[in-house]
């Protein structure tokens, strides 16, 4: 079985994105800060998968101690996961991602940050049971 993973942070209404960015981006609030941190912990040594915006997000630093693959929506999910066997497969954001890859995510490792501000794309909680919502 392949080991596929999430690790995303919410805000306290759901909250994912405001204008193409993490509506806290740049917070330096220590509860942002130490989400940030976490996630380049635990993603160390493992691969992130991602579409071309999120990867284009990743800092140089985060590229040296974990595998990054830009990942395209005309690929075909499993042949995409079965490049990396024995690996810990961590598939990073953005809602079109999830819609294709949440049935594979056995673990969704979500953080509620202190945020209750603007946003225009929210978390799906379908997303936790293999998909996304349909017609909502």
């Known amino acids: 079985?392949?080991?596929?993973?999430?690790?995303?942070?919410?805000?306290?209404r759901g909250q994912l994105g405001l204008n193409g960015h993490l509506p806290w981006?740049?917070?330096?609030?220590?509860?942002?800060?130490?989400?940030?941190?976490?996630?380049f912990a635990l993603t160390m040594g493992h691969v992130l998968i991602a579409g071309p915006k999120t990867v284009a997000s990743v800092p140089d630093f985060a590229f040296r101690d974990r595998t990054i693959d830009v990942i395209r929506s005309h690929e075909d999910p499993e042949q995409v996961l079965k490049r990396y066997p024995g690996r810990r497969i961590f598939v990073g954001g953005g809602i079109a991602v999830w819609n294709v890859y949440a049935k594979y995510i056995q673990n969704w490792d979500i953080t509620r940050l202190p945020y209750?501000?603007?946003?225009?794309?929210?978390?799906?909680?379908?997303?936790?049971?293999?998909?996304?919502?349909?017609?909502a």
């Open 1 to 12: 079985m392949i080991d596929v993973r999430c690790i995303c942070a919410i805000g306290l």
């Open 25 to 39: 981006e740049g917070n330096t609030d220590p509860l942002f800060v130490e989400d940030v941190t976490r996630f």
């Open 116 to 135: 209750d501000g603007e946003a225009d794309r929210w978390f799906d909680p379908a997303w936790l049971v293999g998909g996304p919502l349909r017609g």
